[in-house]
Structure formats: structure tokens, C-alpha cells
Nanobody, 129 residues
Framework: FQLQASGGGLVQPGGSLRLSCAASGFTSDDYAIGWFRQAPGKEREGVSL????????RYWDSVKGRFTISSDNAKNTVYLQMNSLKPEDTAIYYC???????????????????????WGQGTLVTVSS
């Protein structure tokens, strides 16, 4: 099972970027897939998740209203549209996937990076003027 993240770069505050996570090796639809990020000196934190089976989504408070996650299951690709970017969004963004978590995405169940076993290599997003 492989995940390939892309789309990072340098953007000015208020700008937009779209990240992509291309996956291969799915054996079923019961996956939660999404994005975590890690800034220098900080712990990895959640950004957004999507359920491959029913399209449920979850956003962490820091990105609600600014980021949108979507999935094209035919292409096995998950996208993260990031708008109104702020300097505090600067981080390495990692895509992650885990089987049998899809039904938890749209609930209040706690989901952290420790619940995810498959990770992409990360893509750097820098928000700076």
C-alpha cells in the first residue's frame, strides 16, 4: 500500500494551494484517508479526513471554513484545497490512510495520527510573504 503526496510549495498569506494524495493498493473501501501536518518543533496534528466508503469528512478546528477535502475514488486520489492560507499553516503535510476507520470519520470519535498505519512521504507548505 503506497501513498504519494504532492502539491506543496511557497504561497503568500491569503493564497491557495491544492494538495494531492495518490494511493495504490486499496483492497476495499473501508478506509479513512486524510491529512496531518507537522510544523518545526511541534507535534503532528490532524488537518482533515475523508471516508472512502461514504464520503464523510472531518476537519480540525484550525482549518474549518478554509480547507476542503475531496476524493476521486476512480483515480484513488484525495485532494486538499487550502484557501486563505496563514503563516501558521506552514508545515510538512502528510497524507495517511487506515483501513476500518471509515465509519468513524463522521462521528465524534477521537482520531489521531497514532490511529493511522500508512503514510506518504510528506509535502512542504510554506506560507510567507
Amino acid at each position: 500500500f503506497q501513498l504519494q503526496a504532492s502539491g506543496g510549495g511557497l504561497v503568500q498569506p491569503g493564497g491557495s494551494l491544492r494538495l494531492s494524495c495518490a494511493a495504490s493498493g486499496f483492497t476495499s473501501d473501508d478506509y479513512a484517508i486524510g491529512w496531518f501536518r507537522q510544523a518545526p518543533g511541534k507535534e503532528r496534528e490532524g488537518v482533515s479526513l475523508i471516508s472512502r466508503s461514504d464520503g464523510s469528512t472531518r476537519y480540525w478546528d484550525s482549518v474549518k471554513g478554509r480547507f476542503t477535502i475531496s476524493s476521486d475514488n476512480a483515480k484513488n486520489t484525495v485532494y486538499l484545497q487550502m484557501n486563505s492560507l496563514k503563516p501558521e499553516d506552514t508545515a510538512i503535510y502528510y497524507c495517511a490512510a487506515q483501513r476500518e476507520l471509515d465509519t468513524f470519520v463522521g462521528t465524534n470519535a477521537t482520531l489521531t495520527s497514532y490511529h493511522f498505519g500508512s503514510w506518504g512521504q510528506g509535502t512542504l507548505v510554506t506560507v510567507s510573504s
